[in-house]
């Protein structure tokens, strides 16, 4: 997913462990700004695998962003969250400049 220059975007990571099953098929998985209801970001993922897999991936959304969930939509488009992925908001800033020891 591509944005527009300048506009603020922050990283989350979507973590869980995939289910295990004989399928290869890949799924699209939407984070989904609960508040306004909009989709701000989306991952795509095995559906199963055959063993068990744990991922953690960053991905980029909107600054402004809200509350976060993840998950797909049914047949009628209704939104259904994720039992076994969840969205992290970064609760670490990244420092900026130079860090470390200074050595005198």
Known sequence: MSY????AVMEVAVRGVLPIGDTTENMPYFIVDTAKSAIVGQV??????KRSLAVAVTVKVPAA????AIGTFDDGGTFQACSFLRV?????????GAVGP???
Not at 88 to 96: C, G, K, L, Q, Y
């Open 4 to 7: 527009i220059t300048g506009f």
């Open 44 to 49: 795509i993922l095995p559906k199963a695998v």
């Open 65 to 68: 962003a809200g509350s976060l």
């Open 88 to 96: 992290e908001s970064p609760t670490v800033a990244r420092p900026d």
């Open 102 to 104: 200074s050595g005198r």
